[in-house]
């Protein structure tokens, strides 16, 4: 039997709309509940260290590659393009300058956590998607186990402190590709991009970047959870969950970059 066709009335359009603001609402209100209850649940996740040092090695360690080469290649076309921008009106020497502050306030964390969301949200959302879809939470709540504390805090704290940590790394390889392209390829001795990067180099620099990887973790760990505890439909609700998890947190990061530099810089 042929399917119907969505017909466009007036009508039909409001529905749409209308849940769809509904589904929005839903999830800004579901979302602040869980933020809620996970800063409720510290004091006692922090009891569970061992939980939180596994999740800091899934997010951190394990990421650390992937970030690694995202990195080097971010400062290598940094490297390339600005000689691009400024070759025909600023002198060379000052080439350091305009790679490290584009790395270092924009490039590595925004393409860390980005990196992290895809790699990570969908990995939490998938694995705690799993766990609802087997009644695995459910059973934990039968063992008078709070999930929030058990499994959500400790992801958590790890994105809160992992993201900083990658985003140095990040910064470190990602200027050290800058200065091997501008070697190799622009012509730019690594001593004139060193010295221009520490004449105009400022705290304020680094410290915005891992502020803007702060925010980013925390974003980066609730979105995974809340999609995986939103999870519903077997196999295909889990894959539907990964899905959502990277989108949102893609996009809040994008929104909570703006934001947060508007604020740093404004």
């Known amino acids: 039997m042929a399917k119907a066709r969505f017909s466009y009335t007036p009508e039909n359009i409001f529905t749409c709309v209308g849940r769809k603001t509904l589904t929005f609402l839903e999830d800004v209100g579901g979302l602040a509940l869980l ?16 939980l939180t040092a ?8 394990n990421s650390l590659p992937l970030v690694a080469l995202v990195s080097v290649f971010t400062g290598a076309v940094t490297a390339v393009q600005a000689v691009y921008q400024i070759q025909d ?25 980005l990196v992290v ?7 939490i959302a998938a694995e705690l998607g799993t766990m609802k879809v087997t009644e695995q939470i459910d059973a934990l709540k ?6 929030v504390e058990y499994l959500v805090a400790p992801r958590f ?13 990040s910064d470190a390889i990602a200027l050290a590709g800058g200065v091997g392209i501008s070697a190799t390829a622009l012509n730019v001795p690594p001593h004139v991009f060193l010295n221009s990067l520490k004449t105009f180099f400022k705290t304020m620099d680094l410290m915005s970047g891992l502020s803007k990887a ?14 995986g505890f939103r999870t519903k439909g077997g196999a295909e609700g889990v894959g539907r969950s990964a899905t959502k998890a990277v989108v949102m947190a893609s996009v809040l990061i994008l929104i909570a970059d703006y934001v947060v530099a508007s604020i740093l810089f404004g």
């Open 35 to 50: 933020v809620k209850d996970i800063f409720l649940s510290l004091p006692k996740a922090f009891s569970r260290f061992h």
């Open 54 to 61: 596994e999740q800091m090695l899934v997010m951190g360690v």
């Open 89 to 113: 009106f600023i002198p060379m020497r000052y080439l350091g300058t305009a790679v490290g502050k584009a790395i270092l306030i924009e490039l590595a964390p925004v393409l860390t956590a």
């Open 117 to 123: 969301a895809g790699r990570v949200g969908a990995g």
């Open 142 to 147: 039968t063992m008078a186990l709070d999930p």
């Open 157 to 169: 704290v790890a994105g809160l402190v992992m993201l900083p940590v990658l985003t140095i790394f």
């Open 214 to 227: 702060f925010v980013f973790g925390s974003i980066i760990s609730i979105i995974g959870c809340y999609q």
